[in-house]
């Protein structure tokens, strides 16, 4: 079965990145058709999604986010990384990792990260 964790910090200024990174166990990410997506749930709101990199390396990032997202992976540490520039305290959310396949869903639990000078 395959686990993901993010890891990241929990305290972000305005104006500065965010960086989260989502370790994965149980399956590569370079394992054909699996998607490793981030999405957001800011507070007392839906789940936003914010983009994905496939197992080739292709990214997707959503339109309004676009401008400031970047998805990047390492394939040695079979982990991949979330970074969102220029923050200000709408980003703050609870942001988690997701991986989809065909009929596989697997979430990580969710890392808060609160935009705050």
């Known amino acids: 079965q395959v686990q993901l964790q993010e890891s990241g910090p929990g305290l972000v200024k305005p104006s500065q990145t965010l960086s989260l990174t989502c370790t994965v166990s149980g399956g590569s990410i370079t394992t054909n058709n699996y998607y490793w997506s981030w999405i957001r749930q800011p507070p007392g709101k839906g789940l936003e999604y914010i983009g994905y990199i496939n197992w080739s390396g292709s990214t997707s990032y959503s339109p309004s986010l676009k401008s400031r997202t970047s998805i990047s992976r390492d394939t040695s540490k079979n982990q991949f990384t979330l970074q969102l520039s220029s923050v200000t305290p709408e980003d703050t959310a609870v942001y988690y990792c997701?991986?989809?396949?065909?009929?596989?869903?697997?979430w990580g639990q969710g890392t808060q990260v609160t935009v705050s000078s």
């Open positions: 997701r991986m989809a396949s065909g009929g596989n869903d697997y």
